[in-house]
């Protein structure tokens, strides 16, 4: 994982190795990133810029980003990919096979791997936002997420085969925030909160071949 701070990154890897990397290209502050065989793969962010309409007016302005880095733990050095076709500053984003799929509620893109280049795809159907996403036997999955305040139950699934979104058993709990995991083909929704800012300390489990099952957690928990 990696974390982007305005002016400097530290990577850790999975096996708990800390990795030494170099501040990237661009000043970011939020940004979204992905392990990658080994590499880490950031898009979007914001860039904090001053400017000034008159001489002694100055003021800060925040700009989204649409560019697109790798960044190589052997050779610590970060490259600039094919920019992305929309600006982001915060973006869910997931690896299926040789892709790189930005799923959201407007605009949502795809980056092919081998070719370097970004393509448009269907965008989710319901409109919300802090939701999470994740990939399962060939579909992504946008589950939960913040409506008009309400955490939803609501799970979409993509079929990159047809570009097209469909909703799939829903979750039994709202959750805003809620971190998603694969493990033995199942899906599991972890935590998050609900109206109020209502922690939830339960865990729902998707099998695509049944339906959704719940335990609990002994803390209740977000992000």
């Not at 982001?88 to 959201?104: H, K, L, T």
Request: with cysteine; aromatic share 12%.
């Amino acid at each position: 994982m990696l974390a982007g701070r305005a002016y400097s990154d530290e990577a850790y890897s999975v096996h708990g190795t800390e990795l030494k990397a170099p501040n990237s290209i661009h000043t970011q502050y939020l940004w979204s990133v992905l392990l990658n065989d080994g590499r880490l793969f950031s898009v979007g962010g914001i860039c904090y810029t001053t400017r000034s309409e008159h001489f002694n007016n100055l003021f800060h302005v925040s700009l989204p980003l649409n560019s697109c880095h790798i960044f190589d733990a052997n050779t610590k050095n970060w490259r600039l990919m094919k920019r992305m076709l929309n600006y982001r500053n915060e973006s869910n984003i997931v690896q299926m096979g040789s892709r790189i799929y930005v799923p959201d509620i407007y605009d949502s893109e795809y980056y092919d791997i081998e070719n370097d280049k970004w393509f448009k795809m269907n965008s989710i159907n319901l409109n919300r936002t802090d939701y999470a996403v994740i990939a399962l036997n060939g579909f992504i999955y946008a589950v939960g997420g913040n409506l008009t305040s309400y955490g939803v139950e609501v799970v979409e699934q993509f079929d990159p085969k047809t570009n097209t979104w469909k909703q799939v058993a829903s979750m039994l709990k709202g959750r805003i925030a809620l971190t998603l995991c694969v493990l033995n083909s199942c899906m599991y929704a972890i935590g998050g909160k609900n109206y109020g800012d209502i922690y939830l300390s339960s865990v729902e489990k998707y099998d695509p071949s049944t339906d959704l099952n719940l335990r609990r957690l002994c803390w209740d928990r977000t992000d």
